[in-house]
Every structure is written in C-alpha cells, then in structure tokens.
C-alpha cells in the first residue's frame, strides 16, 4: 500500500516552453501533496505543499507563477513549469500524505533536462 | 540557512562493520525525525523514524538515537552490507500544522566486500 507514482520519469524540453508533471497517490486519497527538487549531489528542497482544493503555500524563495500546483482531487496533483529555462533542470519529486495522516510517501521523482 | 545538518558528505564502511551517519538539526521545535535511503534518480525510500519523546527506535539492522539537548541524532546500521550503499538522507518535522520535512544535506555511504 501506500504507493505514489510520478510522470512522466524523465522529460527534455526546450528553453521558454512548459512542462506539466503528474502526481498520483495509487492506493489512498492523499489531502496533502508536498513537491520537492533536487539539484545534483543535493538536498531535497521543498518546493511548495498543496492540499486538496485550496491554493498550494511556496517555499521562501519559489516563484509561484513559474511552478504551478494544481491540487484538484484527493489522488492527484501537478506541477507545471511555466517558460522552463536550463536552470530549472533538476529532479522533482512528490509525495503525498493520507488524510488524517502525517507521514509522507515519496513518488519515484522526474527528471526535468530544458535545452 | 539550513536548519537539518549532515557534516558528514561521504562515510566508507567495511563489510559487516557498523555504519553510522550524523545528524544535527538546529530548530528545537522539531519533533519527528525520519531517515531515508536514496539511490541516484529515484525517490527517497523511508527507513526508520523516532519521535521526541524517545531516546532510540530499532528496526532490524538500523537503530536511531536522538539526543535532543544536542539536536543530534544518528542513524546506526550494524551489519553494514553492500546493499546499504547508496545517499542517506535524514529529514525533521514538526507534527503540527502541515508536517512538512526538512531534508538534510545526506551523506553518501559506501561499504566496501
């Protein structure tokens, strides 16, 4: 049980376009997502917390108009990179709680590579 | 300004030695502790946890001690094996509000057959 699975796992695209990732708790209805990025030999930062049906609250520092979290239902949330440039690349992973439940369950991450 | 600390970038251990990876965290307001296992372009697998109001949580092979008037706390793996190899990552957490963790810096384990 508990399963998150991320897509795609890896995506190339070019600078200035915008890139969509899925987020999906299989086998439980997650009211709280979280997403994460990390650069090589990193930390996991997070990056902002959604739940369902509100807006997500950003990080100190995220830009809230380029990465786009939507939270529309229990078992699924998106990130959509706006206008991706080449320092966006990084691995962005999520993971999701249950509700009325703390603990964190980590989807497999995607690759982002902007040209 | 990063409240969860790992020193510790890199650790090489022997075959069946004990491996133990560091953590310091510098927020007192944190009271729930994880530790994960992560290889390169995959997601954090969870290990073991302890809460505040313990000292030390066991499962298996890998131990945890917190010390909370040091904000330390160590994650303990005997015997190591190869397998163990991969990125150690420790998070904290406050459980109130949206339980969100603080990742650590990780420290790469390699344990040499």
């Known amino acids: 049980g508990a399963v998150v699975s991320q897509h795609p796992s890896w995506v190339i695209c070019k600078s200035g376009t915008s890139v969509k990732i899925e987020c999906r708790s299989l086998d439980f209805q997650a009211t709280t997502m979280f997403w994460y990025r990390q650069f090589p030999k990193q930390s996991l930062m997070l990056m902002a917390t959604?739940?369902?049906?509100?807006?997500?609250?950003?990080e100190q520092g995220v830009e809230k108009d380029k990465f786009l979290i939507n939270h529309a239902s229990l078992t699924l949330s998106t990130l959509t990179v706006t206008s991706a440039h080449p320092e966006d690349s990084s691995f962005y992973i999520c993971s999701a709680s249950a509700t009325g439940g703390s603990e964190q369950f980590f989807g497999p991450g995607t690759r982002l590579t902007v040209l | 300004d990063q409240q969860v600390k790992q020193n510790s970038p890199s650790l090489s251990v022997q075959e069946g030695r004990i491996s133990i990876l560091n953590c310091d965290y510098t927020n007192s307001m944190f009271d729930y502790f994880l530790w994960y296992k992560k290889y390169p372009a995959e997601g954090p697998t969870f290990l073991i946890s302890?809460?505040?109001?313990?000292d030390k949580n066991e499962d298996g092979r890998f131990t945890v001690f917190l010390n909370k008037s040091a904000k330390h706390l160590s994650l303990h793996i005997v015997p190591s094996q190869p397998g163990d190899s991969a990125v150690y990552f420790c998070?904290?957490?406050?459980?109130?509000?949206?339980?969100?963790?603080?990742f650590g810096t990780g420290t790469r384990l390699k344990v040499l057959a």
């Open positions: 998070a904290a957490s406050v459980t109130s509000g949206t339980y969100k963790y603080i």
């Open positions: 959604s739940n369902e049906g509100s807006k997500a609250t950003y």
């Open positions: 302890i809460s505040s109001i313990k």
